[in-house]
């Protein structure tokens, strides 16, 4: 997982923003989804 958003996951989980974290976490799925088929 990126720093980048390793950093906004810790970020939103400490303020327990659900809407950032579902959206992160979709990002990061989406992110390893397009990442893996390129090897």
């Known amino acids: 997982m990126p720093m980048w958003l ?3 996951m810790q970020r939103a989980y400490l303020q327990k923003d659900c809407a ?4 992160l976490n ?3 799925f989406f992110y390893r ?3 893996s088929s390129m090897d």
């Open 6 to 8: 390793q950093r906004q």
């Open 20 to 23: 950032q974290i579902r959206l």
């Open 26 to 28: 979709q990002c990061w």
């Open 33 to 35: 989804k397009n990442h």
